[in-house]
């Protein structure tokens, strides 16, 4: 690209008699320059997005590849032992017919374990992804329960706990004292 948005921040204008309202120039450049910013982060989220498609076709691709050369290489098989069938007795050529048969429906069947397992991982992958955002929506919302308000503005009620221990205090006062005289608390209770 010809210009980059700090290069249409920074650009300066010759002052002349009766130009233009340089504050409006300034918010134009602004604008113009924060869209350019804007446009190039869209065009690199694009590109890594177009990448990310070319890498998976390719894997896809491979995959048809592999699965394309088995069947040929099982195609191959069966007809070379097709044409040495073909010199030898009806008995041998059954054979051989059978034969082929099998290592086409093999190479046919591990096409199909190969498609078979590629959907399967798609399909894993897709319950990994969802239960993943089940797990990580099911943490955000023990965040954002209420009982934590609750448990973080509990207050105790430490006053019984306090006028305890002040009584305990004073009957140690008072048997330091007296040595044996009842205190006030003792006699009221008596």
């Not at 890498?55 to 069966?78: D, H, M, P, W, Y």
């Not at 305990?168 to 048997?175: G, R, V």
Request: glycine fraction near 4%; avoid cysteine; charge should be negative.
């Amino acid at each position: 690209m010809k210009y980059s948005p700090e290069e249409i921040k920074l650009k300066q204008f010759n002052v002349v008699h009766k130009g233009l309202n340089e504050n409006e120039v300034r918010s134009y450049l602004e604008e113009l320059s924060n869209e350019l910013e804007t446009l190039r982060r869209e065009k690199k989220m694009l590109e890594q997005l177009i990448a990310d498609k070319d890498e998976n076709i390719n894997r896809f691709k491979s995959v048809e590849n592999t699965i394309s050369e088995s069947i040929l290489v099982a195609q191959r098989a069966g007809d070379e032992i097709k044409a040495a069938a073909g010199m030898q007795a009806d008995v041998i050529i059954k054979d051989a017919k059978s034969h082929a048969d099998v290592i086409v429906n093999d190479a046919m069947q591990k096409a199909r374990e190969i498609a078979y397992q590629t959907e399967d991982m798609k399909r894993q992958s897709k319950i990994f992804r969802s239960r993943f955002q089940l797990l990580v929506q099911a943490q955000l919302d023990l965040l954002k329960n209420e009982d934590w308000d609750y448990l973080l503005n509990y207050d105790l009620d430490t006053r019984p706990l306090e006028e305890n221990q002040q009584l305990q205090a004073d009957e140690q006062i008072t048997e330091n004292q007296g040595g044996g005289s009842l205190t006030e608390n003792e006699s009221s209770k008596n």
